[in-house]
């Protein structure tokens, strides 16, 4: 038997065995090898994207709810400036006498009293200077929820892909398992007549096995299996079905136990291609949620994922965090606030003052001969409030200290839980790239292992199961390398939400 052997100038081009003579049985074999081999082709088509994800992380921040919550919260809380920087409303009174009171210079039918009060000098500067520093807290606390929500949408996003190409990578495994299971049904059929089982176990055999192929012929269109949230596995352990040197070559009762075995971890790879489509509707379910859209809107992904960049040190990301990070930035408006707060009471402890004019309505009198007679009186009035109850600006003022205290210990302990998610967002970050180079090497080395056996295969020497078991391990590390650079691409969404960097311009 001659061999003929056509790969491509890397392991991820097409292969091609050609078998002479085309026995019925070779043939066979030789197109299923080529329809495996043709599974390890990258995915290098053009796809034409609609949305994209800086495209959703604008639309997230138009449509959140969170997010608009929280900048009506700070638009609201702008109208309280105006409100406590005026003056408070002026007293009109007036008094109307049924029976005019008689006068020596006439008869008073009526008195009205306009009377302003003015605070203390500074008082209203101060009320201002607090709500407009709390308006500023209200803001700082609007772009942290932008910002969260960023990060969600973000994470969510990378999640949903890992779990997309779980799917492909299990579907490839179906289609590789299938061609092994045909493999041994043939190899079993084509055995000598004496190492057979019986006809009964060889025609319920192939009734079982036509009826998987047929049941699951849609699921050769991507990735794998049970690979799905192990990054950091032992990535050289293979399915069941792979692991028997012997399966294709074996004979009588052992090809049977064979192809069992291969039907046995079909259906459960079949069963854990479902649970990941369910989990993918999750996914996309809160994905949309991030979005305020229909939970089954239909969610774009690229084909490949690409490796994000930070773009500066790690240790330039603390010294941002400490100085740009909302919520620190919120905490320490609010700080200001107190202290304008404190400034306002020691102001209202003082006398408040009012001006104002009484105006008395005289009419004539007959009896009165004065030049006086029926002219109205016009008095202006001043007046001072006597704070002499001192307890309650005590009790305000002690608050104010309380709460500048409170805030500080605030402001320390947000401090410490954004060092906490600092070094947790590092470990991730330098994980995912120490995964992501280790995966680039196992595939490498799978590949020249693959290459090897090819070579040894034209001789016979090394069984057609250990050919595909090394194809199935190259595609497990190609999954588990693109699972690193997710995380690696969380890792960094995550170190940009702590420093506060926004993936979108802001206006």
């Known amino acids: ?72 919260e700070y638009k609201a809380s702008l109208q309280k400036v105006p409100q406590v920087g005026s003056l408070p409303d002026p ?15 006439g008869r008073q039918n009526a008195d009205i009293k306009l009377m302003q009060m003015f605070p203390w000098f500074g008082t209203l500067k101060a009320a201002k200077d607090e709500m407009s520093l709390m308006a500023k807290a209200k803001y ?22 890992k779990v997309q190409q779980n799917i492909q990578i299990s579907e490839k495994n179906l289609d590789i398992l299938h061609m092994i299971e045909r ?11 004496g190492s057979n089982s019986s006809p009964s176990s060889e025609s319920s055999l192939i009734a079982g096995s036509s009826q998987n192929s047929s049941g699951n012929s849609q699921g050769m269109q991507t ?32 090809g049977l136990a064979d192809l069992y075995r291969i039907q046995i971890e079909i259906g459960e790879l079949e069963n854990n291609v479902a649970l990941l489509k369910t989990q993918r509707n999750t996914i996309v379910a809160r ?38 990070n909302p919520m620190l930035g919120m905490i320490q408006y609010e700080q200001q606030s107190l202290d304008a707060r404190k400034k306002m009471v020691t102001k209202m402890s003082y006398p408040m003052m009012g001006l104002g004019l009484n105006y008395t309505v005289i009419s004539k009198s007959e009896m009165s001969t004065s030049s006086m007679n029926g002219k109205d009186m016009v008095m202006p009035m001043a007046t001072v409030t006597l704070p002499i109850y001192r307890n309650k600006y005590n009790a305000m003022k002690s608050e104010a200290e309380l709460l500048k205290s409170a805030n500080k210990q605030n402001y320390q302990a947000t401090a410490n839980s954004l060092q906490t998610d600092y070094y947790a967002a590092v ?31 034209s001789t016979s ?22 699972e690193a650079v997710a995380d690696y691409n969380t890792a960094i969404s995550w170190l940009q939400r702590l420093m506060a960097s926004s993936p979108i311009q802001e206006n």
């Open 91 to 105: 007293e009109l009174n007036v008094g109307v006498f049924i029976q005019p009171m008689e006068l020596v210079d």
């Open 183 to 193: 493999l041994t049904l043939v190899k079993f059929k084509a055995a000598p007549a």
């Open 1 to 72: 038997m001659k061999i003929k052997i056509n790969r491509g100038m890397n392991n991820h081009h097409p292969l091609r065995i050609v078998f002479q003579p085309p026995t019925p049985l070779y043939f066979y074999v030789s197109l299923c090898i080529s329809i495996v081999f043709l599974c390890n082709s990258t995915y290098s088509q053009a796809y034409s994207q609609r949305d994209s994800l800086y495209r959703y992380l604008i639309i997230a921040a138009q449509n959140n709810p969170t997010v608009q919550q929280k900048f009506y």
């Open 140 to 161: 700082e606390s609007f772009r942290d929820a932008k910002l969260q929500v960023f990060f969600d949408v973000k994470r969510s996003w990378y999640e949903l892909q």
């Open 461 to 482: 020497v090394t069984p057609l199961t250990d050919i595909l078991r090394v194809q199935q391990q190259l595609l497990e590390y190609e999954f588990k390398k693109i």
């Open 223 to 254: 990735m794998g299996g049970n690979s799905a949230n192990q990054a950091g596995t032992n990535s050289t352990q293979s399915p069941p079905a792979m692991q028997s040197n012997s399966m294709g070559s074996s004979s009588g009762g052992s």
């Open 287 to 324: 994905f949309n949620a991030y979005l305020n859209r229909n939970p089954e809107f239909p969610v774009q992904l690229p084909v490949s994922l690409i490796p994000d960049s930070l773009g500066l040190s790690l240790l330039a990301v603390t010294d941002s965090m400490l100085s740009h």
């Open 427 to 457: 470990q991730l970050f330098k994980d995912g790239q120490r995964r992501s180079i280790l995966y680039d090497n196992q595939s490498n080395l799978a590949g020249k292992t693959l290459d090897i056996m090819l070579k040894n295969f």
